[in-house]
Structure formats: C-alpha cells, structure tokens
C-alpha cells in the first residue's frame, strides 16, 4: 500500500462519518436537528436558510465520497 492510498483511505474515513452525521442532522417527521439550530439562532437566521446550507454541504461531502471511493478502487486494483 503507497502513502497515496493510505492518505485517500483516512480522506475517506473522515468523509464517511462526515456524511452519516450529515444526514442525520436532516429533518425527518420531528424537524430535525437543522430545525433545532434555526430555533437556537433565533431571528438572525431562520430554519429554511440552515436547511439549504444542509443540504449544499450533504451534497458536497457525497461527491466527495462518490470521487475518493472511485480513486480507491482504481488505486487498489
């Protein structure tokens, strides 16, 4: 294993438990925790504005996650 590998292995490690907090904070049937930080932000900024940084940051880390694991399988093969 290179340290190109091992570096794109820790990349990844991070990206995926960055995604599954990520998607956990999206609102479900209660609102969710972005509901939760629009309440504590109180009227500086309200729930629809967290949920659109939500979700532009969800799909950054998924793309992320989409290019690393293609580099590994590629690197690893």
Do not use: Q
Not at 10 to 38: E, N, P, Q, R, Y
């Amino acid at each position: 294993m290179t340290t190109l590998s091992t570096v794109i292995i820790i990349i990844h490690s991070v990206i995926c438990l960055a995604l599954i907090l990520l998607i956990l904070l999206h609102a479900g049937k209660g609102g969710g925790m972005s509901a939760t930080f629009g309440e504590i932000l109180g009227p500086v900024t309200s729930s629809s504005i967290v949920e659109k940084n939500l979700n532009r940051i969800t799909v950054a880390t998924s793309i992320i996650f989409a290019i690393t694991t293609i580099l590994l399988n590629v690197i690893l093969r």
